[in-house]
């Protein structure tokens, strides 16, 4: 069992920058790949960005890419997320997701809002 913690969300203006983490239990959250994923009222969950196990490779949806930085700290059962030029469509709750063959984890979610 592996529980997640969201932080870091909050109100933002357009074009500013905010930075989310996800702290785990355990003591094999580096056998997890790690993702974060958002959501807004009305849709479905959308993939965001997602990292493996060891850190080395990123992937990131094509609405984010360049603006958003993944990455991870298993010494400190961190994963991060570094959000850039924030516009208003990147307003959602933001979940973070651990994932390990068939089993998947979910946190709770923090908001993250850009005004105009």
């Known amino acids: 069992q592996v529980q997640l913690v969201e932080s870091g969300g909050g109100l933002v203006q357009a074009g500013g920058s905010l930075r989310l983490s996800c702290a785990a239990s355990?003591?094999?959250?580096?056998?997890?790949?790690m993702g974060w994923f958002r959501q807004t009222p009305g849709k479905e969950r959308e993939f965001v960005a997602a990292?493996?196990?060891?850190?080395?490779?990123?992937y990131y949806a094509d609405s984010v890419k360049g603006r958003f930085t993944i990455s991870r700290d298993n010494a400190k059962n961190t994963v991060y997320l570094q959000m850039n030029s924030l516009n208003p469509e990147d307003t959602a709750v933001y979940y973070c997701?651990?994932?390990?063959?068939?089993?998947?984890?979910w946190g709770q979610g923090t908001q993250v809002t850009v005004s105009s």
């Open positions: 997701k651990a994932r390990r063959g068939s089993e998947n984890y």
């Open positions: 990292i493996r196990q060891s850190g080395g490779s990123t």
């Open positions: 355990g003591r094999t959250f580096s056998s997890y790949a």
